[in-house]
């Protein structure tokens, strides 16, 4: 070993022990905000009932295939229903999304551009001024192949991390 590498062991030995844990410490300052802050812990809504969640209660969730006018050759129209109650505050959360629970796993965002007549009863969106229950009505378009099981995920920034997960199946 030469000179330069002998004087300069403590340093360099320091060096490769402390730049990887600053990297850790900085990568988990940075990672430990971004998971609180999402929804990464799937709260199960079992078929037909319901749960709290948000303040609210979510549930039951059901899913049928549909016709609709404006629906492409070779697709599917997934309609879905989901009871929201949001008790006595409001409560608001993001268009859920519906993922294959099999297979693929593919996932799909609500369309409202199917050719569904506007009715002013169907909710589709959470209404954060509704002061009932009342049902969340979303269409999804989705392949021929697509036959089911799905789910479909819910999320409120209220309840984050949590998030409502119903397997639903037409």
């Known amino acids: 070993m030469s000179g330069w590498w002998r004087s300069n062991a403590v340093a360099l030995g320091a ?3 402390l730049v990887p844990a600053t990297y850790a410490a900085m990568s988990w300052n940075e990672w430990s905000t971004v998971l609180e802050n999402s929804a990464s812990k799937a709260v199960a809504l079992p078929p037909g009932e319901e749960i709290p969640y948000a303040g609210a209660t979510v549930g039951p969730a059901s899913a049928e295939f549909t016709e609709l ?3 492409p050759a070779h697709t599917r129209v997934v309609t879905v229903t989901l009871h929201i109650d949001p008790g006595d505050q409001s409560f608001s959360c993001t268009v859920p ?4 629970a099999d297979g693929h796993r ?3 965002d609500a369309r409202d551009d199917l050719g569904r007549e506007w009715d002013p009863d169907i909710h589709t969106f959470c209404d954060s001024e509704a002061e009932g229950p009342y049902d ?4 999804y378009l989705v392949p021929d192949d697509a036959s089911g099981p799905f789910v479909v995920e819910l999320e409120s920034v209220a309840g984050r991390p949590e998030f409502v997960s119903a397997v639903v199946e037409p």
């Open 106 to 108: 593919r996932q799909w």
């Open 97 to 100: 999304q519906l993922r294959e």
């Open 15 to 17: 060096l490769v022990l």
């Open 136 to 139: 969340l009505t979303l269409d």
């Open 69 to 71: 006018p404006d629906a």
